[in-house]
């Protein structure tokens, strides 16, 4: 019979000799665990996985065994629980997130917005400030990602109002759907809101500033009280440095100077006049 020794689940085993069985003449350890000697098969009903080291003790062949008890239930648990963890299950698309074209972009912050103005070159770019709550932008949301992919010249930049407060609160943003409209040094172009029953108002204005044209300078952006605004406030990491205003080519003369020079047309009288007053002196 096997006996435990202690608490590492260790069994001592008889000789590992052929010995037979007196009712049945079969071998006396199981056949589930080779090696192992016990007079009854009291392991083979036991849902285990076993490892086995085998040394000598005493003229006696010692068998070490780790017993593994298998859980059905949990194991096949773990294939869930490790898909879930990886996002395989349980994880539903957002509305905001489908149909989206390689010409559309979510703005991840207020120096984002401005970076991406500025390096949009002569690009058309629509600003589409929308609501995951809002009706009116889930609804007109198909339609925006099918122009898009009609106009794949233009720049959508998307700005989630959930997420963006603060920066759509200073830039005046306070309707839904809202959009505006960038193009390189002219800077905003126009801005308006319109729904799924106004959607003609956005064509008009794509059939309008669509048309491709060459801007002198570099891009503007957003405006400059935009960005000191954007810059004032707290909440937001944004650093803006207002450009150095460099002297005026044509400056407009002040009253006293006009008045000096229209004095100094005539130099020759006013010799005169200088040398008469010093006669008379």
Same mark, same amino acid.
């Given at each position: 019979?096997?006996?435990?020794?202690?608490?590492? $689940?260790?069994?001592?085993?008889?000789?590992?000799? +052929?010995?037979?069985?007196?009712?049945?003449?079969?071998?006396?350890?199981?056949? &589930?665990? /080779?090696?192992?000697?016990?007079?009854?098969?009291?392991?083979?009903?036991?849902?285990?996985?076993?490892?086995?080291?085998?040394?000598?003790?005493? !003229? +006696?062949?010692?068998?070490?065994?780790?017993?593994?008890? =298998?859980?059905?239930? &949990?194991?096949?648990?773990? /294939?869930?629980?490790?898909?879930? +963890?990886?996002?395989?299950?349980?994880?539903?698309?957002?509305?905001?997130?489908?149909? %989206? *074209?390689? $010409?559309?972009?979510?703005?991840?912050?207020? *120096?984002?917005?401005?970076?991406?103005? %500025? $390096?949009?070159?002569?690009?058309?770019?629509?600003?589409?400030?929308?609501?995951?709550?809002? !009706?009116?932008?889930?609804?007109?949301?198909?339609?925006?990602? *099918?122009?898009?992919?009609?106009?794949?010249?233009? *720049?959508?930049?998307?700005?989630?109002?959930?997420?963006?407060?603060?920066?759509?609160?200073?830039? $005046? =943003?306070?309707?839904?759907?809202?959009?505006?409209?960038?193009?390189? @040094? +002219?800077? &905003?172009?126009?801005?308006?809101?319109?729904?799924?029953?106004?959607?003609?108002?956005?064509?008009?204005?794509?059939?309008?500033?669509?048309?491709?044209?060459?801007?002198?300078?570099?891009?503007?952006? %957003?405006?400059?009280?935009?960005?000191?605004?954007?810059?004032?406030?707290?909440?937001?990491?944004?650093?803006?440095? /207002?450009?150095?205003?460099? /002297?005026?080519?044509?400056?407009?003369? @002040?009253?006293?100077?006009?008045? =000096?020079?229209?004095?100094?047309?005539?130099?020759?009288?006013?010799?005169?006049?200088? %040398? =008469?007053?010093? !006669?008379?002196?």
């Amino acid at each position: 019979m096997a006996k435990v020794l202690g608490k590492a $689940n260790l069994f001592s085993a008889c000789d590992y000799t +052929q010995k037979k069985n007196q009712k049945g003449g079969g071998s006396l350890y199981s056949k &589930r665990i /080779p090696g192992f000697c016990c007079k009854t098969n009291r392991f083979t009903s036991l849902k285990m996985k076993s490892m086995a080291l085998r040394c000598d003790f005493n !003229g +006696q062949r010692m068998v070490y065994l780790e017993r593994k008890f =298998v859980n059905k239930r &949990r194991f096949h648990q773990v /294939p869930i629980k490790a898909q879930i +963890q990886t996002g395989l299950i349980g994880r539903t698309s957002k509305w905001w997130e489908n149909g %989206l *074209q390689p $010409n559309m972009k979510e703005v991840a912050s207020a *120096q984002d917005l401005a970076d991406s103005l %500025l $390096n949009a070159g002569d690009k058309l770019v629509i600003l589409d400030f929308f609501s995951p709550a809002c !009706g009116g932008c889930k609804a007109l949301f198909p339609k925006i990602c *099918q122009l898009a992919k009609m106009n794949p010249d233009l *720049q959508f930049l998307q700005v989630n109002y959930e997420e963006h407060k603060s920066m759509c609160y200073t830039l $005046n =943003v306070h309707v839904l759907p809202f959009f505006r409209f960038y193009r390189g @040094a +002219q800077g &905003r172009l126009c801005q308006f809101s319109c729904t799924n029953a106004t959607i003609q108002k956005f064509k008009d204005a794509l059939a309008k500033h669509a048309i491709d044209r060459c801007s002198l300078g570099p891009a503007k952006g %957003l405006d400059e009280k935009e960005l000191s605004a954007l810059a004032a406030n707290k909440d937001l990491s944004f650093t803006y440095k /207002p450009k150095p205003v460099g /002297p005026n080519p044509n400056p407009v003369p @002040a009253k006293e100077e006009i008045l =000096v020079s229209e004095t100094c047309l005539n130099p020759k009288e006013s010799e005169e006049k200088s %040398l =008469v007053g010093a !006669g008379g002196g």
